[in-house]
């Protein structure tokens, strides 16, 4: 089992930057061979892919509303994912969830939530105008 935990979410002013981590623990020896994500969910609306990795770094995907701004990336040997977010806009206020595709050693980079199998509990970001 593999427990998800997401770090920096938060309130920033419009144009601000915030950076998300999601570190894994449990069977966390397994965790630099998963494809590994960021989603968001905004109130009243579906879950919506924002960014992936693959488990060699090497590739990525980047949801067209956020390209530009925002960038994901593994660090500390793979097991950590980081989400940096600059030039926030008002519309990028949700929760944002990491999450990790168990299949080992996986090419490709997915875009379904129904492509991950593990997911954190989310870390709220919110923007003002």
């Known amino acids: 089992q593999v427990q998800l935990d997401e770090s920096g979410g938060g309130s920033v002013q419009a144009g601000g930057s915030l950076r998300l981590s999601c570190s894994a623990s449990?069977?966390?020896?397994?965790?630099?061979?998963?494809?590994l994500g960021w989603f968001r969910q905004a109130p009243r609306k579906e879950r919506e892919f924002v960014a992936a990795?693959?488990?060699?770094?090497?590739?990525?995907d980047v949801a067209e509303s956020v390209k530009g701004r925002f960038s994901i990336s593994r660090e500390d040997d793979g097991s950590t994912v980081v989400l940096t977010m600059n030039n926030l806009k008002v519309e990028d206020t949700a929760v944002y969830y990491c999450?990790?595709?168990?299949?080992?050693?996986?090419?490709?980079?997915?875009?379904?939530?129904?492509?991950?199998?593990?997911w954190g509990q989310g870390t709220q970001v919110t923007v003002s105008s």
């Open positions: 990795i693959s488990y060699t770094g090497r590739s990525w």
């Open positions: 999450a990790a595709d168990h299949t080992p050693a996986n090419p490709a980079v997915g875009r379904r939530p129904d492509e991950y199998d593990y």
């Open positions: 449990g069977e966390t020896y397994r965790w630099s061979r998963y494809t």
